[in-house]
């Protein structure tokens, strides 16, 4: 009798654990889904204000429109300028591609050279190379503005570009870094081994092993490139050759009383989905990069 009576006791406290585990979980997701929600509303609004008017945006901010309009989307594509923002995104893109690129190639060659062979002042120029990570972007600006001027290199992509060629994004080469430290360096040994020299072992050993963390790179370098006002401010001057960062300030005209925000608002949601699609599509790559370098062998 006594043995049942602890067996009842024993699956009431079983039950009652389950329900406590439930409450916390239920607690859990419910934090989390409510941060979510105050996180994405900024592009809830933005998504809802590009179908509303003028007085609707100002006097309300919820997020959904009275009624859904595409108009904002047709007029905002055309602009106020003879060119459409097709225009300004396939400029976009020839910057973004070439850069994404170089950055991928330059960043792993010398990342592969501090992580895998010992040359001379390697311990000088690695702290000098992660010193540089401390150096504010706008110290470089009016040097290399000068520069690039006395090349005749202005009103071209190749300064957006060029830069990344030479392996100048530190975060990149640092992150690499370490991911190539969490590599054994037998598989090096082992294809030395097989025949295989130090850029063949790079390239069919190592970089496929590096995949996500260049994923997560290319990610990066995307988005931040996409998104760059700065750079293309200080030396594109032709309107024609604006990436989309631009072409949507010069769309902004705060002037004019009747300035329509919902096509401003319209193209900034279209500015959004090549970003968003790039991440989405490399989540998991994106994920896993991110956390490779932290992970050493």
């Not at 010193?131 to 006395?150: C, K, M, Q, S």
């Not at 081994?193 to 072992?201: A, K, L, R, V």
């Not at 200080?234 to 010069?250: C, E, T």
């Not at 096509?263 to 991110?290: E, N």
Request: proline share 5%; hydrophobic share 50%.
């Amino acid at each position: 009798m006594e043995n049942t009576n602890n067996e009842a006791r024993y699956i009431k406290m079983q039950k009652r654990n389950e329900r406590k585990k439930l409450i916390v979980h239920g607690i859990k997701y419910l934090v989390l889904v409510i941060g979510a929600l105050i996180m994405l509303y900024p592009i809830l609004w933005l998504f809802g204000a590009s179908f509303k008017s003028n007085t609707e945006i100002f006097n309300t901010i919820w997020f959904m429109p009275k009624s859904f309009d595409i108009q904002p989307y047709i007029d905002g594509w055309k602009t106020s300028s003879q060119y459409t923002f097709a225009t300004y995104f396939l400029n976009s893109f020839l910057i973004v591609i070439p850069k994404v690129i170089l950055t991928l190639v330059s960043c792993t060659l010398a990342a592969y050279g501090f992580a895998r062979f010992e040359f001379p002042a390697k311990r000088i120029l690695f702290p000098i190379m992660m010193a540089t990570l401390f150096l504010p972007g706008i110290v470089t600006r009016i040097p290399l503005y000068i520069f690039w001027r006395n090349m005749g290199l202005l009103d071209t992509y190749i300064p957006l570009i060029a830069n990344s060629a030479f392996a100048c994004d530190t975060f990149f080469v640092y992150m690499l870094v370490q991911f190539f430290r969490s590599v054994p360096k037998e598989l090096d040994e082992a294809a030395k081994m097989d025949g295989c020299n130090s850029f063949m072992t790079l390239t069919k050993i190592l970089v496929p092993i590096l995949k996500p963390s260049l994923i997560t790179a290319g990610l990066f370098q995307f988005i931040w490139t996409f998104t760059d006002f700065q750079g293309p401010l200080i030396y594109i001057s032709s309107v024609h050759k604006y990436p989309v960062s631009i072409a949507l300030r010069m769309a902004m005209d705060t002037t004019s009383a009747d300035f329509n925000w919902n096509r401003m608002m319209a193209m900034s949601i279209i500015g959004l989905i090549p970003s968003l699609v790039v991440f989405f599509s490399a989540q998991k790559s994106f994920l896993g990069g991110s956390t490779a370098g932290g992970v050493k062998g």
